[in-house]
């Protein structure tokens, strides 16, 4: 018979096992029942374990001169990092971390200028799973990724981002802007287009939403919500890449010669108010941003501008009846009250002349007779229907009003000759429109068109009316004044005269203003400034020009300026001097896709100079583009599918001519001097490559 056994427990183990076992329970109830525990909110603490978002950036949009040359884009960029972790390596025949650290820092130091020191040390951190090489190791070009990855180099990855670049350098960079990428990723304007359309430009991005596990891998069975980004809008602008070149052109031979404050040169289509060209000093290049400056010249600028003005107190005396011409008055100087005589800049004067003469002449004294004649209220209207004192509205961040306040006798005098005053440039250029559209002036305007990632125009610039100031008789009389300036005036005014057409303008010479009160008397200290219209028969085009405090004569700036006048008339085909111009005019057509060798013969037959990059068989670029006009012996490129370009011979080239041919190859551009290239530090014949940098010496 068996002995039954009693096993006694404690009461003490049977009273701490119902405690536990009751914590237990309310524990697990608590939890249940609230929504925080230990400070920690379960449902965000479950929502931001399991949710992963991701955000997908849209394209930004491109932008463009007139005729679709591309100005700025967004490309793929890279940044390169180095695997350390010898864990990544599962297979010794398939390394995935960096094995030969020498090797691999000496790659780094030959390919991206990276110190060797510095990144075999990057290389040498213990207990790290990756590193990255700082500034030389990002923003890395598609084609310096593929000479890196063509030495196959164990543990060395890429990481693909975006970078904002401009295939023309320091071309028209005021207009253009910039845009950079942010902290967030995302590439963001900061002046120019690229700020004021910053949000067309952008698009909107998407997102990508999924479910993870605890160590962030992406649940098999968990739904991918996907919300799929909206590219940014293409802008064109009314740029003409052509022209704007040799805007840059005078630009660089007048700054690269002379000291200045800054200078400005822009060309306005005297119909409908767009912008064709607009060069500054100084400038900066977008792609490194070497930025000294982020006020546009063109429209942030403002200043007194001097003598241009009377084209605007002339007209208004005109226009109020109160002008005769063929009357006389003496000049040298007026006394306009107690305390203020006006004198002209030459102060014996020319005896007496007629008002005609006076305009001719320039002269101050003139321009106040009329002045005080009209009385404050009347010029200041007339002055403000043409805009000065108003914004104008152009797609140009920061412009600014300009001042146009006078009620004494004497501040009425000084306004009437451009000081005591300030405008900006862009103001200039709206009302040098009255002249060219019968006494109305038209709106200035800098983007040609705007269309969507579906390719559909959502916005078109067109000519618009601002306000009808003067009558066609005012202003068909101003611009026979204005001829007589530049060919019947003083010896002076007669340097701004091309030689292939002709010219109406008004010069200026404004004193500046001194921090200290009174004007500055340096022999420098001075804006001097162009107005002009051409061709004279059929105006087109609207110019002005105008530099602060530069070393050097208006002589010489006029030498400067008509030289570009005349490769802007003999590009367009304006030229009015030759019988047979018109069979000289050629009209490029496309020849993108076409083989090379067909479209070579055609162009040469018509006695155009042709250079082909590279020996493929298709023409894959061109420059000038289709719908360009151009002239015997001009210079056309062809691009073609291969990109073994060679340098070509560049002595002779204009610097017009040699920026469009080094943006073609993708290499960097350095000049010195002015004029055409006399030397070059690449040998001709030399092969090309995206990192090489071209020094070219230019004399007259």
Sequence with gaps: MKRKVTVKIPKVIIFIVAFLFVAIIVRLSYISLSSTIDGINLSEFAENRNTKTEVIYAKRGNIYDKYGETLAQTVNSYTIIAYLDERRTTDDSDPQHVVDKEYTAKILNE????DYKEALERLNKEDRYQVEFG??????????KNKIESYDLPGIDFIQGQKRTYNMGSFASYIIGYAKKQD???????LGIESYYDEELSGENGK???????????LPSAEVIKEDATDGNDIYLTLDSNIQIFAEELVSNLSSNYEMDWLIFTVMNADTGAIVASSTYPNFNPNKLDITSYMNPLVSYEYEPGSTMKIFSFATSIEEGKYDGS?????GSVEVDSKTTIKDFNKNGWGTITYDTGFAYSSNVAATNLALELGVDTLTDYYKNLGFGSVTGIELANEVKGTINFQYKSELATASFGQGITVTPIQMLQALSALTNDGVTVKPYIVDKIVNSDGEIVYEGKREEVEKVYSKETMD????????VVYDGLASSKVWQPSKTTIIGKTGTAQIASPSGGYLDGANDYIRSFAGIFPEENPEYIVYIAVKQINTTASNIAKEFIKIIDNIVSHLGLENNEEDIEEKIINLDNYISAEVVEIVDKLKNKKLKVYTLGSGKYIINQYPLKGVKVIENSKVFLVTNSSDYILEDLTGWSLSEVMTYTNLLGITLYTEGYGYVSSQSIEVGTNITSDMELYVTLTP
């Design 135 to 144: 500034v030389l190791g990002s923003n890395l070009s598609e084609s310096v």
């Design 208 to 218: 990508t939403t999924y479910q993870t596990d605890a160590y962030g891998y992406t």
């Design 184 to 190: 967030s990723g995302e590439i963001k304007g900061e």
């Design 477 to 484: 009389y101003m611009k026979r004044l204005m001829h007589n």
């Design 327 to 331: 009357e006389e008055f003496k000049s």
């Design 111 to 114: 390919v991206l200028g990276i």
